[in-house]
């Protein structure tokens, strides 16, 4: 690999420089943003193989182009890696991130105009469950369920009554911003007395349940699980479809050839090794860590005036309410912390009054620092410079200050993959 860091440094310095730019800012910055991480090493390798040049339309045994021998082999690998560590009867591997996983899912079991019931945008839900401003959103009818602020607790009645009245062909669950754990029992339950489907975008927390320190979906009967590979599970960027054996076709259908043409070969290898690595008791001890460590951060924060929202968190996620604990909009606050090489994200709130690009909170979450090999000690330090930074928002002097401590913790934990 340096041998081609050498090439690409003599040919596009341009290129390399910004490669080698992101390199230094990872090393010497905590990465807090909760659907980020730091990937394996190998998977950087899998990522650069020889497989980035094959294309290989269809499925291992019935592809459309030759010379699949290898390609059929390392698919089947992620395939068979991802039944036995989320315990399901079938995966798809070939989706290219979490937005086409996700339609596939809708597409392939839906009729468009058919009714979804997922969780609201502000409350934690994805873009792709149905925002308005999303094309599925008008593709598809969405009706919406929120959620207790206060505690981030769900009012079953209140669901079961929506889908009573609606009707949902599907019940979707899961989140992009919620910090807590979901009754899966509830959901399937009420889809059951409307004869709906059960879906649950595991993207975020995946690698949690593959550590089992949360829930499975599968553990209690539902029938489509989605994920993407990278966020907690430390792959690289792609997706997957996980179903029961009696929704295999219709969702390969629809993958391929129905919304994709050839799958990113490149990225199956590296989600195989992915899958692979979760599968070793050291992952186990890895997502028991994130949770120690996701709790660690809520309560220093909690402890230094911060407002989280559902008072804490039963995840790798936690979301601050800037407006209320330090008079600062997320965006400003995001970029704040920044300048102190602690990387954020603005985000809304429930039912927030403020625009989506300067709402009233950041999101931040713990796989990427615990990849590092950071505990609770060093969480507590985090939040100290957290609330320090954002308290005094016109001190740059202070900032400069924390921006040399954040590198000297930084230096005490590398980069995996980064020399």
């Given at each position: 690999m340096s041998a081609y860091r050498d090439l690409l440094q003599q040919t596009d310095p341009e290129v390399f420089n910004t490669i080698s730019g992101e390199e230094k800012r990872q090393s010497e910055g905590i990465e807090l943003i909760p659907s980020e991480n730091y990937t394996y090493p190998?998977?950087?390798?899998?990522?650069?193989?020889?497989?980035?040049?094959?294309?290989?339309?269809?499925?291992?045994?019935?592809?459309?182009?030759?010379?699949?021998?290898?390609?059929?082999?390392?698919?089947?690998?992620?395939?068979?890696?991802?039944?036995?560590?989320?315990?399901?009867?079938?995966?798809?591997?070939?989706?290219?991130?979490?937005?086409?996983m996700n339609q596939a899912v809708y597409l392939g079991l839906l009729e468009p105009g058919d009714t979804i019931l997922a969780m609201d945008l502000s409350h934690g839900g994805h873009l792709t469950h149905g925002a308005p401003v999303s094309h599925m959103g008008g593709l598809f009818n969405f009706v919406r369920y929120k959620t207790n602020p206060a505690d981030g607790s769900i009012d079953f009645d209140k669901v079961r009554d929506m889908a009573l009245k609606n009707k949902p062909k599907l019940?979707?669950?899961?989140?992009?911003?919620?910090?807590?754990?979901?009754?899966?029992?509830?959901?399937?339950?009420?889809?059951?007395?409307?004869g709906a489907y059960t879906m649950t975008d595991a993207s975020h927390y995946a690698g949690l349940v593959a550590g089992k320190v949360m829930r499975n979906p599968f553990d209690f009967g539902f029938d489509v699980v989605t994920t993407t590979s990278h966020k907690s599970l430390r792959g690289p960027r792609g997706g997957m479809v996980l179903c029961s054996k009696e929704l295999a076709s219709k969702i390969d259908k629809?993958?391929?050839?129905?919304?994709?043409?050839?799958?990113?070969?490149?990225?199956?290898?590296?989600?195989?090794?992915?899958?692979?690595?979760?599968?070793?008791?050291e992952f186990r001890d890895y997502a028991v860590q994130v949770l120690a460590n996701a709790k660690a951060l809520g309560k220093a924060l909690m402890d230094r005036g911060g407002d989280l929202i559902t008072g804490g968190t039963d995840n790798h996620m936690l979301v601050l309410e800037t407006r209320k604990s330090f008079g600062l909009d997320g965006r400003t606050a995001e970029e704040l912390l920044d300048t102190v090489g602690l990387t954020t994200n603005k985000q809304i709130i429930p039912d927030d009054p403020n625009p989506p690009l300067r709402p009233s909170g950041i999101r931040m979450g713990t796989p990427a620092a615990t990849t590092r090999g950071m505990k609770e000690e060093d969480m507590v330090m985090l939040a100290k410079w957290m609330t320090e930074t954002l308290k005094n928002p016109d001190d740059t002097t202070k900032h400069e200050s924390i921006r040399r401590d954040v590198v000297a913790l930084c230096s005490s934990f590398p980069v995996p993959g980064i020399s």
């Open positions: 190998e998977v950087l390798c899998a990522l650069g193989s020889v497989f980035t040049n094959k294309y290989s339309e269809g499925y291992p045994g019935r592809r459309y182009y030759g010379g699949q021998e290898f390609t059929d082999q390392v698919e089947e690998l992620a395939r068979q890696r991802a039944c036995e560590l989320f315990g399901c009867e079938h995966a798809n591997v070939q989706p290219l991130s979490g937005s086409p019940v979707l669950c899961g989140y992009t911003s919620y910090p807590r754990d979901l009754d899966y029992a509830a959901f399937k339950a009420i889809a059951d007395e409307v629809s993958v391929f050839p129905g919304l994709q043409g050839g799958p990113h070969m490149n990225a199956i290898a590296g989600i195989a090794i992915t899958l692979g690595k979760a599968l070793q008791p």
